[in-house]
């Protein structure tokens, strides 16, 4: 199929851009890579009056940190992120679950505000700023607002940005001596994942849990953060003991949808296999040793 008749526009300024949205509102979409949005406009799943594609919009794109905190524009390719050196230096988890996006072509194209405005609950980066405890930048033409992406997922493919607001930017919040981990889990490489689990983690200095994020994907209509297994593991020596009960606690309000890839109960497995994995690697980080 093709996709219906739509006007196209591109303009070169978030300023210009949010104009559009504003005058087409919700008949109004915006397209970036097109890695998800091509296949939904070819078989008419949208129909947009006006397609505005941002590719044009310089002031979107690259990577950079300020005060603390890495700004990273959402027009920036996920392959830029899976080379980029800032983000191997202080956000190592974002190079360790890029490569699991699709293949290198599907990641030069795909742009990372796409992904997490896309909102697939499987897909690897909103899993990992949701781990970050990252915070979403949002334009619309009444000015700028900041949310954080504990509250931004709403359901399935649906978030807090608004029909006339545009994804500017994604911030990390940089902090040091921090384990990390991103294990995930699909039939081929390349594939969707029937689980995934991303790990923040931090130690005191006898070697107790600090501060932990912990975040399932593939196993509910959003990205699952896991707040009862974080609580329990704050201040709590990782042993095979509390691994375990984190892990009970961690799939405890898993409601995956069963598929023709994978039963409900085989994600939950998978979600517990993929958990356990991951805080023992991220612990082992946060100790300094080598995995």
């Given amino acids: 199929m093709k996709p219906a008749t739509f006007t196209y526009c591109s303009p070169s300024t ?10 087409y509102g919700d008949t109004g979409k915006i397209i970036a890579g097109g890695q998800s949005f091509i296949p939904i406009l ?8 006006c397609l505005i594609d941002i590719n044009q919009i310089n002031e979107l794109n690259g990577v950079r940190v300020e005060e603390g905190v890495l700004k990273i524009g959402a027009l920036t390719k996920q392959r830029e992120l899976e080379q980029s050196d800032a983000i191997k230096i202080h956000v190592p988890i974002l190079s360790e679950a890029t490569p699991y996006i699709g293949h290198v072509q599907t990641r030069n194209r795909g742009t990372v505000g796409g992904s997490v ?5 499987s897909a690897e980066l909103p899993l990992c700023f949701l781990a ?10 009444d000015g700028t607002r ?3 992406i504990n509250d931004f997922f709403i359901t399935y493919l649906t978030t807090e940005v608004m029909p006339e607001e545009i994804l500017t930017e994604i911030h990390v919040p940089l ?11 699909s039939r081929r490489h ?25 975040v399932l994907g593939g196993v509910d209509a959003i990205p699952l953060l896991a ?13 095979e003991e509390t691994i375990e009960r984190a892990v009970e606690l961690a799939v405890k309000d898993a409601d995956p949808d069963e598929d023709l890839h994978a039963s409900k109960e085989y994600r939950v497995h998978m979600a517990k296999v993929l958990t356990r994995k991951a805080l023992i690697k991220a612990y082992n980080r946060a100790l300094g040793k080598e995995v």
Avoid: W
């Avoid at 970050?132 to 334009?139: H, K, N, T």
């Avoid at 902090?175 to 889990?185: C, D, K, N, P, R």
């Fill in 175 to 185: 902090s040091e001596h921090t384990g990390y981990a991103f294990e995930e889990f």
């Fill in 227 to 239: 707040e009862e297994a974080m609580e329990y593991l704050a201040g709590k020596s990782i042993t």
């Fill in 42 to 49: 070819n078989m008419r799943m949208s129909e947009p009056e």
């Fill in 117 to 121: 405005a896309h909102a697939d609950p």
């Fill in 14 to 23: 978030i300023e210009e851009a949010v104009k559009l949205l504003e005058e």
């Fill in 146 to 148: 900041k949310i954080s």
């Fill in 190 to 214: 390349g594939d969707f994942a029937l689980a995934a689990v991303a790990c923040i983690l931090s130690v005191d200095e006898i070697g107790k849990v600090d501060k932990v994020r912990l």
């Fill in 132 to 141: 970050l405890d990252a915070e979403i930048v949002i334009q619309s033409i």
